[in-house]
């Protein structure tokens, strides 16, 4: 039963500290998206990887925030430094270029005291 | 930019049909999606439909959409409390790279 997952599940941590979340997507999936949740907000797109390559990062804060795919089975999010108002449940999910379907992981939900 | 809006709430009585309105705004839109959202959990992918269909059916799911309005909607047949949970409507489009644009979120209600 092919799934995307992600790790840790739940990350509590304090101001200033660094944040690594990861994610495996589907084998075989070339795409990438990673995706904050908030109760104000929504779901906002942070980044979208294509065959590795980031396809479009603009909905990502770049002071804080990086993301990158070291190789096809794993993509990281990373916030260096966090703050308290990156407290969200963060998604991952992959798909082919231009399927239709696309899957999510469970999220890792973070809390920045 | 792309736009994806949905109503934010609905209560049904269990057994009862439900439907699910969204609307949208991008005219290249591929595929129309929807996702269920059940509490503390991921996005489960529900159903989807190309653009250039107008329904498709899914056991108790059917899905309509109306191009000319940009209007898709959800139907859930005979709902159970099981179905209580939030429902994402999203779209794509190769215009835009495929990435998936989401509504807030319908939250549905279901009452024994």
């Known amino acids: 039963d092919a799934r995307v997952t992600q790790t840790p599940r739940d990350k509590v941590t304090e101001m200033g500290q660094e944040v690594t979340m990861r994610c495996q997507p589907i084998l075989g999936h070339n795409t990438v998206f990673w995706y904050r949740q908030t109760m104000m907000q929504g779901l906002e797109l942070l980044a979208y990887?294509?065959?590795?390559?980031?396809?479009?990062d603009s909905g990502m804060p770049k002071d804080r925030f990086s993301a990158e795919m070291p190789d096809a089975t794993l993509a990281t999010l990373k916030i260096q430094p966090s703050e308290p108002r990156d407290s969200a449940v963060y998604f991952c999910?992959?798909?082919?270029?231009?399927?239709?379907?696309?899957?999510f992981g469970p999220g890792t939900r973070l809390t920045v005291l | 930019g792309e736009d994806v809006e949905q109503s934010l709430f609905l209560s049904v009585r269990e057994g009862d049909s439900s439907v699910i309105n969204c609307t949208y705004t991008?005219?290249?839109?591929?595929?129309l999606y929807w996702y269920k959202q059940e509490p503390g959990a991921g996005l489960q992918l529900l159903t989807y439909?190309?653009?250039?269909?107008d329904m498709k059916q899914d056991q108790r799911l059917t899905v309509l959409l109306n191009k000319k309005d940009k209007h898709l909607s959800l139907r859930i047949a005979d709902t159970q409390t099981g179905d209580s949970a939030i429902y994402f409507c999203a779209e794509s489009s190769m215009d835009s790279s495929y990435k998936l644009i989401f509504g807030s979120g319908t939250r549905l209600l279901v009452r024994p």
């Open positions: 999910a992959s798909g082919l270029v231009a399927g239709a379907e696309k899957f």
């Open positions: 991008d005219s290249s839109s591929t595929y």
């Open positions: 990887f294509r065959n590795r390559a980031p396809l479009d």
């Open positions: 439909i190309f653009s250039n269909m």
